[in-house]
């Protein structure tokens, strides 16, 4: 079954790198890191479902899609890529990494939700109604503004706005549906992405907790940019380009992946 999802596609190089955005966002989300590194690598960037120019078919769940991604991977004949996905966008890397671990060579995650799963984690997730009632921009104004810094640039802000605030409360909310059960899954993703190269890229608060990846893997690299929010890839972005391509220099010498 062909993916459904559109996708831009640049550059040349091996091996392939896929980019995904974060719960609202679109391909745009990683576009000065595109711009690098498609001079030296072929660059995918996917629109997942009702964002971008992808249609709004549902279902929107995270593992929907993972696997979208995974047979638009099949589709292209890729493999093995490099899955760097922000946001949500890192915990549908880890999920399409379970699906076809055979099409993924590496994976990098930015300030993505990995913690410990809460107790009792897998039940219903209120931000979903609270989306539902309100709508996506008053539903995600409170965790959106906890994405900024006092130094973020104007444009990282208005881009995050203009593309999560202006996402249909349907889309928003399926895409979060699943999420209590997928991240209750944690521990064997993360595991299971910690046998090849894995790095995890956080803001200088995270969203997610830096000390418990690190109890749960053995070779994760975590790499904080310091006075970055949330969009770090759009507020500090030749660091971030300069961290992937140091990835991928452990992606070719990892001896794991021989």
Known sequence: MASILAYLETGSGTPPL?????LCCDRHAWEPQITDLSRDHRCIAVDLRGRGAT???PPFGIRRAAADIAELLEDLELGPA???GHSLGGITALVVNDLRPDR???IVTGDSPI????????GANPLVQRIRDLGTKEGLRPLVETFFT????????AYAESVMYTCPPDV??????????????????????DEKPLMAIWAERPLGDPAWLRSVTKFARQEPIA????FFQLEQPAVTSALLRAFLDDVASDPRIR
């Open 104 to 106: 993924v060579i590496g």
């Open 227 to 230: 006075g970055a929010g949330h």
């Open 172 to 193: 928003a909310a399926g895409m979060l549906e699943d999420a209590p059960d997928v991240l209750a899954s944690l521990p064997d993703l993360v595991r299971k992405a």
């Open 82 to 84: 490099v899955l760097i």
């Open 150 to 157: 006092p130094d973020s640039p104007p444009g990282a802000r």
């Open 55 to 57: 249609p709004a078919v």
């Open 115 to 122: 913690s410990a799963p809460r107790a009792g984690g897998s």
């Open 18 to 22: 896929v980019f995904i955005h974060g």
